[in-house]
């Protein structure tokens, strides 16, 4: 089992920046995809970036790329989002999820752990 903590979350005004973590404790994987979804009131969970941790491939959803970028340090067990540009539409729940494989994916379904979010507000 693994355990996944996020935080960073907080209030930004749009065009600002955060810096999103998800940390992971217990037994972790020696190798194993990360994601990271969000999740605004009323609407699905959408995909927002994911990374394998051992073969460093990225994916991002079309509505953050160019502005998110999904790193890790693997000394650290921590994987990051670094969220520029902000748009209130980016307001959400960000989680963090983990799967034993190596290559990533876009489905929640495919994902075996998760953070409990960090919420993100962007004011306009």
């Known amino acids: 089992q693994v355990q996944l903590v996020e935080s960073g979350g907080g209030l930004v005004q749009a065009g600002g920046s955060l810096r999103l973590s998800c940390a992971a404790s217990g037994r972790t994987f020696s190798s194993y995809a990360m994601g990271w979804f969000r999740q605004a009131p009323g609407k699905e969970r959408e995909f927002v970036a994911a990374i394998s941790w051992s073969g460093g491939s990225t994916y991002y959803a079309d509505s953050v790329k160019g502005r998110f970028t999904i790193s890790r340090d693997n000394a650290k067990n921590t994987v990051y989002l670094q969220m520029n540009s902000l748009k209130p539409e980016d307001t959400a729940v960000y989680y963090c999820?983990?799967?034993?494989?190596?290559?990533?994916?876009?489905?929640?379904?495919?994902?075996?752990?998760w953070g409990q979010g960090t919420q993100v507000t962007v004011s306009s």
């Open positions: 999820a983990a799967v034993r494989t190596v290559l990533p994916g876009t489905s929640t379904e495919g994902y075996d752990y």
